[in-house]
């Protein structure tokens, strides 16, 4: 039997509906309890169900998902680039950017279809489990109540 070769293609954007559809939500409530407590988990669990039922945006140019991670201090939050996910003592920053862009936008205002359609970052892809990422982005999401603004 011919060996089956796997091609990847290097130019393919991760989006947040790719992570949606290869996790449980029992695994990103582990990772929501632990960053952000037990308040409105059942909210969020309607959230990520109505996520997994709409259609992602398919914008020609994709936006990026970007996570950075702070250390809390007294004058100015400090920014820290090599860190474990799982450390409560970090605050994490969500935002997005297109990648020939410097300006960054804020996704709690995005309606689902377009957060389904964001990039998710190579750093961000390297730097976090896929039910991290989706919990600080529902998180996010979430800033401005549960509902869809679309």
């Not at 409560?88 to 862009?101: H, K, Q, R």
């Amino acid at each position: 039997m011919p060996e089956i070769i796997q091609t990847i293609n290097p130019n393919a954007v991760t989006r947040i509906s790719d992570l949606l559809q290869g996790c449980k939500f029992e695994d990103v409530e582990r990772k929501i309890r632990l960053h952000y407590g037990t308040r409105e988990l059942d909210k969020f669990r309607k959230l990520y169900e109505a996520l997994g039922e709409a259609a992602p945006e398919n914008p020609q140019k994709t936006m990026m998902v970007q996570i950075n991670a702070f250390m809390e201090d007294e004058e100015e939050d400090v920014r820290v680039e090599d860190f474990d996910e799982d450390d409560d003592e970090l605050i994490f920053d969500v935002s997005a950017c297109y990648p020939d862009e410097e300006m960054v936008y804020s996704i709690a205002s995005a309606t689902y279809a377009e957060f389904l359609g964001l990039g998710v970052a190579p750093s961000v892809l390297r730097d976090f489990s896929a039910e991290s990422i989706l919990a600080h982005c529902l998180y996010e999401l979430s800033c401005y109540g549960f509902e869809d603004r679309g």
